[in-house]
């Protein structure tokens, strides 16, 4: 897992042209707007990840990740890392950009909490009892750009967690780029 991680980020690094890091957060698209409560939460699909994205090609982004979702279908969260390649073709200096592309994540699940793990010093223990599950994204939106460093991203993903089971989800986020 370790070296997976190592791998995808230094393959990044290496292909990149401009590179960025980023963290978003996302929740289950829910049809009949029903008001969020606290206990309801629970009843819902809702993650988080943190991302380096490098610029592979212009305008394509390859992007390793780590993340955390939480799956009520089976009554636990998972913690995982993942690769994402999103296309953001940019014409000139306008602000609005579409975004759009595919993500593979290695989910690892769990009968414990991934936070008391590492709050007790047992996180490899965490991942060597965990059951690894595949997990395919594909997702649209748009990037706001607020000059060259940092953008708004907010998009619309379709997260297949097994072949007869797939929840759509809304994301959001913040990106910043380190142009070289």
């Known amino acids: 897992m370790k070296r997976i991680a190592f791998l995808l980020i230094i393959a990044s690094l290496v292909f ?16 009949n707007y029903e008001t969020l409560t606290p206990e ?3 009843t ?17 982004f390859l ?9 009520p279908s ?8 993942g690769l994402a390649m999103t296309i953001k073709p940019r014409l ?8 759009f592309g595919f993500e593979g994540s290695l989910l690892l699940y769990n009968e414990s909490n991934i936070s008391d793990a590492i709050r007790a010093g047992q996180f490899e223990e965490f991942i ?7 997990m395919g994204v594909g997702f649209a939106g748009l990037s706001l750009f607020l000059g060259k460093s940092v953008s708004i991203d907010c998009a619309y993903s379709y997260h297949r967690f097994s ?3 797939g929840v759509e989800m809304i994301w959001a986020g913040v990106s910043y780029y380190i142009n070289w």
């Open 74 to 81: 089976i009554s636990q969260s998972a913690a995982g890392i």
């Open 63 to 71: 992007e390793p990740s780590i993340g955390y979702i939480n799956n």
């Open 92 to 99: 000139g200096n306008f602000p609005i950009v579409p975004s």
């Open 163 to 165: 072949p007869q089971y």
């Open 40 to 42: 309801r939460l629970e």
């Open 44 to 60: 819902l699909f809702y993650g988080a990840k943190f991302s380096i994205k490098a610029e592979a090609l212009p305008n394509v």
């Open 16 to 31: 990149g042209g401009r590179l960025g890091i980023g963290i978003s957060g996302g929740g289950q698209y829910v049809e």
């Open 128 to 134: 060597k009892t965990s059951s690894p599950e595949l």
